[in-house]
């Protein structure tokens, strides 16, 4: 059979179709490359934003710890913080605005203030001040005292017993700062001696069970004595290592002194005492400030004590502690919470609260 050949006019013509459909499949790529593009461009706009929030989201916490952490570094002093604080602290990649408002007033030292902190992170685009992304979050917030919350002018975890009817135990605040508090409080059944001696609000304030009474109380006793809560100015033993009669003349200089073992309060004093086991008094000693002691307490002679006292702490180590037995004579123990607030004073600070933050807050 004879092949059939093509004329010259139609190889023409088929050499001519191929131009438009090459075009077209160069247009289709081409769109599709474009279309590529885009969307690969898109989404890389897409994660950049969201890391560009991520990062505002992570200047606007730092720059909400910072204010609570270093609050007296950024120049704000007041003890508690005035109504309204701000500032803009500068970070790597930007910057925050903190702003600190107070929602709650506070009602002595026992009732503190609260407030709302709010931080607006904004991430910024190089060393220029061109804002790429800004995220606002937001706590709330309390000014601690320090004051360990005593329900009592003196709270005895191991039970109190009082001879005599001469004795002052009062939870009347002398200072006329906070409410009136207890005037002893103890487990059911921990009190004996005198219904007079302890006046308050009230006199004797029973904390239920034994268990129930250690928890109520909260002092950290673990993680002063194992840890590092609370840490001492001074440590003793004995009488070695007590402050001289030079450094008490200071009316500012309010310790924390931490005793190990027993201690005999060698002479009169301000601030912080921590015993880890009894402590006694003698003669006319007189203390002002915070009383911690892990043991019991022995009274002897007329001593005086404004502030607060807590003993039998070691039962919130297992502990067994005997009870504190008081014995005749003209002995004082004034709550007072300015004599607290001045002996904890370096442990006064911003808390925020658990599970009150918000995320994006847009103003306040």
């Known amino acids: 059979m004879r092949r059939h ?8 013509a088929r050499r001519g179709s191929a131009l438009p459909i ?13 279309g ?14 969201n890391e560009a929030q991520l990062d505002a989201y992570t200047l606007a916490r730092r720059g909400l710890e910072r204010f609570v952490v270093s609050r007296s570094s950024l120049g704000f002093t007041a003890e508690p913080p005035a109504a309204v604080e701000s ?9 925050a605005d903190v702003v600190l408002r107070q929602v709650k007033q506070m009602a ?10 709010r931080s607006r992170g904004v991430r910024t685009l190089g060393a220029t001040t061109t804002v790429m992304a800004e995220r606002t979050v937001a706590e709330y917030a309390m000014f601690d005292f320090g004051n360990p919350r005593a329900p009592a002018a003196w709270t005895a975890l191991e039970g109190l017993g009082i001879n005599g009817t001469s004795a002052t135990i009062s939870g009347t605040d002398a200072c006329s700062s906070s409410p009136t508090i207890a005037g002893v409080a103890v487990p059911n059944g921990g009190y004996s001696g005198s219904s007079g001696v302890p006046t308050g609000s009230p006199g004797v304030q029973y904390l239920g069970t034994t268990a129930q009474a250690v928890a109520s109380v909260q002092v950290d006793w673990d993680g002063i004595v194992n840890g590092s809560a609370m840490p001492p100015d001074v440590t003793v033993s004995g009488s070695t290592g007590w402050p001289s009669s030079s450094a008490w003349s200071d009316p500012n200089y309010w310790p924390v002194i931490r005793a190990n073992g027993n201690l005999d309060l060698p002479s009169d004093g301000r601030g912080t005492l921590i015993v880890t086991g009894n402590l006694r008094l003698n003669g006319s000693q007189q203390w002002r400030g915070l009383i911690l002691v892990g043991g019991a307490v022995t009274s002897n002679g007329n001593n005086t004590v404004n502030g607060a006292v807590i003993s039998g702490l070691n039962l919130k180590l297992g502990q067994s502690v005997s009870p504190t037995d008081l014995g005749n004579g003209n002995k004082t123990y004034q709550y007072n919470s300015c004599d607290v607030a001045s002996a904890m004073s370096r442990f006064k600070r911003l808390v925020v609260y658990r599970n009150a933050a918000a995320d994006n807050l847009p103003v306040y």
């Open 22 to 34: 090459a075009l077209l499949v160069i247009l289709i790529v081409s769109v599709l490359a474009a």
């Open 108 to 117: 002595g030292t026992a009732v503190p203030p609260v407030y709302v902190i």
């Open 87 to 95: 500032t803009t602290i500068a970070l790597p990649g930007g910057y």
């Open 36 to 49: 590529a593009f885009t969307m690969l461009s898109s989404e890389r706009k897409v994660a950049d934003n």
């Open 5 to 12: 050949e093509l004329s010259r006019g139609e190889r023409r």
